[in-house]
């Protein structure tokens, strides 16, 4: 089995920032694909941003500029260094990581966060 715990949440005006880390721990053979999806009210969950083992970045519009990814893979976990929050960016923050070569497909907790105007 395979846990991911994810921590960084919280409250924070608008144009400040936050870092969010999602570490794993179990049964894990190579980690692939570490990404960072959201879940705003009322909306459908989103990939806001992923890196694969390569570190090879992918962002959605609306954060790049802002948002950073990052993974140390000797601790087995993923980052996502977040500025100049928007009120937009409110959501619930789920990380997730895809192993190899099982294909394991694996979901955080998620985090709150809330960013006031």
């Known amino acids: 089995q395979v846990q991911l715990v994810e921590s960084g949440g919280g409250l924070v005006q608008a144009g400040g920032s936050l870092r969010l880390s999602c570490a794993a721990s179990?049964?894990?053979?190579?980690?692939?694909?570490m990404g960072w999806y959201r879940q705003a009210p009322g909306k459908q969950r989103e990939l806001v941003a992923s890196i694969t083992s390569r570190e090879d970045t992918n962002y959605v519009d609306s954060v790049k500029g802002r948002f950073t990814i990052s993974r140390d893979n000797a601790k087995n976990t993923v980052y996502l260094q977040m500025n100049s929050l928007k009120p937009e960016d409110t959501g619930v923050y789920y990380c997730n990581i895809q192993t190899w070569p099982s294909g394991g497909n694996y979901w955080g907790q998620g985090a709150q966060v809330t960013v006031s105007s």
């Open positions: 179990g049964t894990i053979t190579v980690i692939n694909v």
